[in-house]
T-cell receptor, first 113, second 112 residues
């Protein structure tokens, strides 16, 4: 596709359930980022992929969060045993290489009841 | 903890005025700086980047960087109501990995 695609756009889940968020970056973009944005807040860095490798996972809030990227393309962010504080918009972005221009997807809004 | 600090605002300016948005960063090794605009309910989009000390102009926008003071600013000339948005400042992290650290953003309101 022409832009970064994320799914689902909205997800409502019950506390304790697992969720998977998907990101399809712009074709040819080797760098992929996950950020989290809580209501009225800035962007919180979660994880960065270069190709299929994640050299920086420092932003993952806890071991309930994990992410993978396959084929240098699609990435999945998994949150296990969701908590209410996980409620936020999860934004994926890609760029050609490093932290140049990031192209963001529309985000996945997660609500944990 | 490497941080990027911004005044949350709102910054209210009349149409046609100059809006001045400011940002400071703590990572002295940061090399690249970016301004993103985020409309309510939308994802951020890049409007300016700057790597060298001094000014960089692009249309109505001017980015200013002072690495000695660890200060970045964005000037918007002839502000329009359509400029009303949240402006996010971002700095590259110098710790060896390619990531941007974002500030919390400044909300700009341009009133007619």
């Amino acid at each position: 596709g022409a832009g970064v695609s994320q799914s689902p756009s909205n997800k409502v889940t019950e506390k304790g359930k697992d969720v998977e968020l998907r990101c399809d970056p712009i074709s040819g973009h080797t760098a992929l980022y996950w950020y989290r944005q809580s209501l009225g807040q800035g962007l919180e860095f979660l994880i960065y992929f270069q190709g299929n490798s994640a050299p920086d996972k420092s932003g993952l809030p806890s071991d309930r969060f994990s992410a993978e990227r396959t084929g240098g393309s699609v990435s999945t962010l998994t949150i296990q045993r969701t908590q209410q504080e996980d409620s936020a918009v999860y934004l994926c972005a890609s760029s050609r290489q490093g932290p140049g221009e990031l192209f963001f997807g529309e985000g996945s809004r997660l609500t944990v009841l | 903890q490497k941080e990027v600090e911004q005044n949350s605002g709102p910054l209210s300016v009349p149409e046609g005025a100059i809006a001045s948005l400011n940002c400071t960063y703590s990572d002295r090794g940061s090399q690249s700086f970016f301004w993103y605009r985020q409309y309510s309910g939308k994802s951020p989009e890049l409007i300016m980047f700057i790597y060298s000390n001094g000014d960089k102009e692009d249309g109505r926008f001017t980015a200013q960087l002072n690495k000695a003071s660890q200060y970045v600013s964005l000037l918007i000339r002839d502000s329009q109501p359509s400029d009303s948005a949240t402006y996010l400042c971002a700095a590259s992290f110098s710790g060896g990995y390619n990531k941007l650290i974002f500030g919390a953003g400044t909300r700009l309101a341009v009133h007619p």
